[in-house]
C-alpha cells in the first residue's frame, strides 16, 4: 500500500516537493529510511513530474485520485494521511478544497474515518 498511500497524499494536497513527498512517507510509516535512500519519492517524481524541478504532481485525473483517496482514508494508515495534509498550513486550503468535491460521492469513507 505504499504506493496508494503516496499517491492518494499527493492528491489530497494537490502535488508537492520530492522532500516532502519523502517526508510524508516517513511519518506514515510507507518507506523506511526515505531520506537517506532515494526510492518511491524520487520514483514518483520522474513519473509524476510536477512542472517544475524537485515537483510532484498529484495523480490525474481528478477523480481517479479521489478515488485513491477515498479508498486510503477507509484505510489503517487513512488518519495519518489526512492528519499530514492538515497539519501543514501550506496544504490546507487544497485538503479542504479536494474533501469538499469528494464528500457527496465517498461518504461512507468520511464516516468510518470520523468514527476512529
Not at 523506511?32 to 513530474?49: H, R
Request: with cysteine; hydrophobic share 50%; net charge negative.
Amino acid at each position: 500500500d505504499d504506493w496508494a498511500d503516496a499517491m492518494a497524499w499527493l492528491a489530497l494536497v494537490q502535488g508537492a516537493t520530492v522532500a516532502q513527498l519523502g517526508a510524508a512517507l516517513q511519518r506514515i510509516g510507507a518507506v523506511a529510511g526515505a531520506a537517506s535512500v532515494p526510492g518511491l519519492e524520487l520514483w514518483l517524481s520522474q513519473v509524476y513530474p510536477g512542472g517544475a524541478p524537485g515537483l510532484v504532481a498529484p495523480l490525474q485525473p481528478d477523480l481517479l485520485g479521489e478515488a485513491l483517496i477515498a479508498q486510503q482514508l477507509g484505510k489503517e494508515r487513512g488518519k495519518c494521511i489526512m492528519d499530514l495534509g492538515l497539519k501543514d498550513e501550506s496544504y490546507v486550503q487544497s485538503v479542504l478544497t479536494v474533501l469538499t468535491r469528494m464528500k457527496l460521492a465517498h461518504a461512507a469513507n468520511f464516516r468510518s474515518l470520523a468514527a476512529d
